[in-house]
Structures are given as C-alpha cells and as structure tokens.
C-alpha cells in the first residue's frame, strides 16, 4: 500500500525533526539540531532492515519513491518564496558578507576532498530521478 | 476576479503544483533548445523560482517572494520547510549508508571549517564597512553562516534592529548564491560524488541554498549535501553567540 510507504516516511520525519528539537533544546539553543539528518539515517536504517527481509512491497517503496521525484519541484517551489528583493536591494555589504564567506569555504574543498581521498569515490547508491 | 482569486487563494496548494508543473515543462523545453541540454533544466526551473521571488518581492512589497500576491500563496506551502524537510528526507532512500558512514569525520571536520570560515568572512566585510563592535561583529558574521544564525545571535547578544536585518539580508544572499553558483563552480572544485558533496553541505550549511545548489547540479549527490548541512544551523546557532562571540570581546573590547 502507498500509504504504508507515506507513513514510514512521515514516522522517520516525525522522529527525527523531535530528536533535534530535543538535543537543541538540551544544548541550550533555540533551533532544531540535525534533525532531517537524524530522520535520514533512520529512513536508511529501516529500508536496510526490509532489504534483509527481502525488501518492502513495490507499492510501498513508490510512497516514498514519489516524494524523492516530488523534491525538485519543491526546491522550486522554495526558491519562488526566498526574499530575493532583499539580497538585491540591500546594498554592498550585505551582498560581500554572503558572498565572501561562500567563496572562502570553497576553497576548502579540494583541500579536504584530498585529505580523504582513500575513501571510495562512489558508494552502492541508486539514482533518485 | 475576485471569485477567482479568492478560489485560487483557498486552494493554493494545488494551485503551485500547476504552477510548478508548467515552470518545470518550460524550463526543459528552454534547457533543450537553447542551452543543447547543457544547463540542465532544474537549474532554469530553480532560477525561474528566484526570479518569481524578485517579482513577488517587487509587486507586494512583502517577505515571501511570489507568495506574497494572494493568488499564488500556495507556493508558501508548498516551499515551506515541512515539506521541504520530507522530500528531502525521502532522498535518503538512494543514499549509501556506508559512503556517509566513511565520510562521517570529514563531514564533522568540514561544518566546524563552515562556521568558523563564514563567520571569518562576514566579520571581515562588516570590518570593512567600519564596524567595530563585538556585538555587531559577532551578527554579522553569524549571518554569513545562515539566515537563522544571525538573528538568532543578534537576539541572543543584543544587536541592534539594523545590524540584525542586515545580517539576514546577508544570510539570504549567500543562499541565493549558493543556489545559483553550484551548478557552475561544480567543475572546478571536484563536486560530482557523494563524498564531496558531503563536505560541501558541511562547508556551506545553507540548507535551501545546498539542496537547490546541489539538485541543479546534480539530484543524486542531494542526500548527501543535506545530510551534513542539516547540522550546520544548529551548531552555528551554538557557537555564534558564544564562543566566537566571547572570542571577538576578546579581539575587540566591548565599544
């Protein structure tokens, strides 16, 4: 059954997004702490589960299936509600101090890509869409 | 008219999914036959989105892009972080746990590399542009992590109104840059496997900026991305208001 699929997922979200809550809140700070992370490896976890029980029905996998094909559309969705107005108009400074840090973390990127380069460059992942 | 747009208002959810089905049909019919598939066409939709956002900001005057006009609140909902945070967590089904479980220790590396860097960058320009305080300092730079973080921090130290808006003004500027940077820097900082794509989200932090970033370069590195960046909020929202803010009193005095 779909549904089945939609609520496993909605179980790892739920689960997950009140772990962050939880851990921000026990750390003291007013915002959710790798709460779609801890929901993420949950959802990883139980589908390993299934796949050593011999994997959920096809129905079941396309409850989930559908919303990793709807995340695109989503994003699109989010980029049309940014306060774009607000990053144009907002004058030079605010444009260098979102820039500059972005460009600065760059460059970070082949330097710590190179200190890991032992590990495997691709894992037994299987495309979304 | 206004039956319509009241119709439209009261099922707007549905009325973004039509909205984003055509935006998405018009950017892979233009990726086709003007770019010869070389700007793939999730990039034009993500981009179109942002311009959707300039107009909406431009016509209403308020703080949430296009779903600010009333006929197209839907696209609030539909872009609102729930339903972000779902579809992204459902991405994880495609992931590899053993890539992310092999890359766990640079990707921790790399969010505390992001929010010291960020920080550094911001208090730079804020530097520049002649302020220097430690408590102006400190907002700004934490807006250079997120556009949660500033506030955030500012709240927390006592920032003034205009330093505050600032930094989320810059917070919203690094997203949209990332978003729109990623597909072509890609190239040239090696950003085609998971493993990098897991630093990436560590280093820059900005959840909607890495998930649209990394889905226009890329939907099969988009677990990885947000999977680190997701932590990076958080930890900035930690470490802002205290310990780098204490180390800035330290740099700056308390004038």
Known sequence: MIIYGVAILAFCYITGQLAGEFLGKALGIDANVGGVGFAMLLLILINDWFAKKGGPDKLTENGIQFWSQMYIPIVVAMSAVQNVKVAVSSGLIAILAGILPVLLCLTMIPVLAKLTKKAPQHGDYSPVS | ?255
């Open chain 2, 1 to 255: 008219m206004e039956i319509i747009v009241r119709f439209l208002d009261k099922n707007g959810l549905i009325v973004a999914f039509l909205c984003v089905g055509i935006i998405t049909y018009a950017s892979a019919v233009l990726s086709d036959r003007l770019t010869n598939r070389k700007i793939p066409g999730s990039a034009i939709a993500i981009l179109m989105g942002l311009v959707l956002a300039y107009i909406g900001g431009r016509v209403t005057g308020g703080e949430k892009g296009i779903a600010d006009i009333k006929a197209l609140s839907g696209f609030g909902i539909m872009g609102g972080s729930m339903f972000r945070d779902f579809s992204i967590v459902s991405t994880a089904m495609g992931a590899s746990f053993v890539v992310m479980r092999k890359t766990g220790w640079v990707g921790a590396l790399s969010l505390f590399l992001g929010i010291v860097l960020s920080f550094i960058g911001g208090v730079l320009v804020a530097l520049l542009w002649g302020y220097t305080d430690a408590i102006s300092l400190t907002t700004i730079g934490a807006g250079a992590c997120t556009y949660i973080v500033g506030p955030v921090t500012g709240a927390a130290i006592g920032a003034s109104s205009d330093v505050m808006a600032l930094s989320i003004a810059a917070g919203v500027v690094k997203a949209v840059f990332v978003t729109i940077a990623t597909p072509f820097l890609a190239r040239f900082i090696g950003l085609d496997n998971p493993h990098t794509a897991m630093i990436f989200g560590g280093l820059m932090g900005t959840t909607s900026g890495v998930s649209a970033g990394l889905a226009a370069t890329d939907p099969k590195l988009v677990p990885y991305g947000a999977l680190t960046a997701t932590f990076y909020t958080g930890l900035g929202c930690l470490s802002c208001p205290s310990v780098l803010y204490l180390l800035m009193r330290m740099l700056f005095g308390n004038g």
